[in-house]
């Protein structure tokens, strides 16, 4: 059964450390996605990669986010430095640039305390 | 610029009962609708999708969703209401077929009531 993977699930960590979110795409799937989900803004698209290019992360803050994609089968979504603001659950997703369906993993918990 | 609006935060319903879950959208361009659900600690899962074709689409778990373009909605809806529909439920739109991101609503909280 293909689905998205992502890592850590659960991350509690304290302000101004690194926190690096990855993600494993659905194989064969080009096109990956970051959202967060927060109580108050909900669902933003952070920032998405067709066939590992970066194609627009303008919902990302510049100075402490950074995304790339280093692989086909590996996202990374990286803070440095953390700070309680970031706390949020970090989503990645995945599709085809041709298809119009977008499958999201189960999420990595944040907490910066 | 697309938009999402889902009316109320918060449904509840009895158990057996309709479920009506409202969004209306905003796109420049024929959208591509969809409706995920999400339950507590989990991912989102697509429940449906409206893409082109016949505007009443039929999803998972029993939900449907009729799009109205005069009226620009896309409501969900669900004959009869189960404890297991207990989940946050949002409704998407796309002016790119999803290929470049979509844009989400707020969320609905659908709450059964026993």
């Known amino acids: 059964d293909a689905r998205v993977t992502q890592t850590p699930r659960h991350k509690v960590t304290e302000m101004g450390q690194e926190v690096t979110m990855r993600c494993q795409p659905i194989?064969?799937?080009?096109?990956v996605f970051w959202y967060r989900q927060t109580m108050m803004q909900g669902l933003e698209l952070l920032a998405y990669?067709?066939?590992?290019?970066?194609?627009?992360d303008s919902g990302m803050p510049k100075d402490r986010f950074s995304a790339e994609m280093p692989d086909a089968t590996l996202a990374t979504l990286k803070i440095q430095p953390s700070e309680p603001r970031d706390s949020a659950v970090y989503f990645c997703?995945?599709?085809?640039?041709?298809?119009?369906?977008?499958?999201f993993g189960e999420g990595s918990w944040l907490t910066v305390v | 610029a697309q938009s999402v609006t889902q009316l109320g935060s918060h449904v509840s319903v009895s158990e057996g009962a309709l479920v009506l879950l409202r969004c209306n959208y905003s796109?420049?361009?024929?959208?591509?609708l969809f409706w995920y659900v999400q339950y507590p600690n989990q991912g989102l899962q697509l429940l449906l999708k409206?893409?082109?074709?016949?505007?009443l689409v039929k999803g998972i778990n029993g939900f449907e969703a009729e799009f109205k373009k005069s009226e620009t909605s896309f409501h969900l809806t669900k004959p009869s209401a189960h404890m297991s529909d207990a989940a946050e439920y949002f409704c998407?739109?796309?002016?790119?077929?999803?290929?470049?991101?979509?844009?989400f609503g707020k969320g609905t909280h659908l709450i059964i009531q026993p």
């Open positions: 997703a995945s599709g085809l640039m041709e298809g119009n369906t977008i499958y």
């Open positions: 194989l064969g799937h080009n096109t």
């Open positions: 990669f067709r066939n590992r290019a970066p194609l627009d």
């Open positions: 796109s420049s361009v024929p959208p591509y």
């Open positions: 409206y893409t082109t074709g016949a505007t």
């Open positions: 998407a739109v796309s002016e790119g077929g999803g290929a470049d991101g979509l844009t």
